[in-house]
């Protein structure tokens, strides 16, 4: 009896525009939202800072890295032009003289 009563109470007082807002039910919200809106703004600093700060800095670091390998294993200039002019030299064909007579058969083979 006393549910249905409290039932008819609230349905008259929003009928007379009186609705009470509970403040307690509110607050029992607002700490779990505030939770969620700090973690997710933690989580969004935190892949912000790894993809535009950490990633480039370890990618410079690897250029880096690589330059310096890079400077270690210079070419010799002089040695590898002399290289290139000796394979060239190597594929390039001399001057080939034709066969006078290009026409001539070739002899019979022997029958033993």
Do not use: C, H, R
Not at 27 to 50: E, Q, R
Not at 55 to 67: D, I, N
Not at 83 to 111: C, D, E, G, H, R
Request: net charge positive; glycine share 4%.
């Amino acid at each position: 009896m006393i549910k249905e009563d409290k039932k008819i109470q609230q349905l008259e007082e929003q009928q007379e525009g009186k609705t009470k807002i509970n403040y307690f039910k509110i607050l029992k919200l607002i700490y779990p939202l505030a939770l969620l809106a700090v973690s997710g703004g933690l989580i969004f600093t935190v892949w912000f800072m790894y993809s535009n700060f950490y990633k480039t800095m370890t990618e410079t670091q690897t250029v880096t890295t690589l330059q310096k390998e890079l400077m270690q294993n210079i070419l010799n200039k002089d040695g590898f032009d002399a290289l290139i002019k000796s394979m060239q030299n190597k594929t390039t064909a001399k001057s080939i003289t034709p066969n006078k007579n290009t026409f001539t058969p070739l002899p019979a083979p022997k029958v033993k």
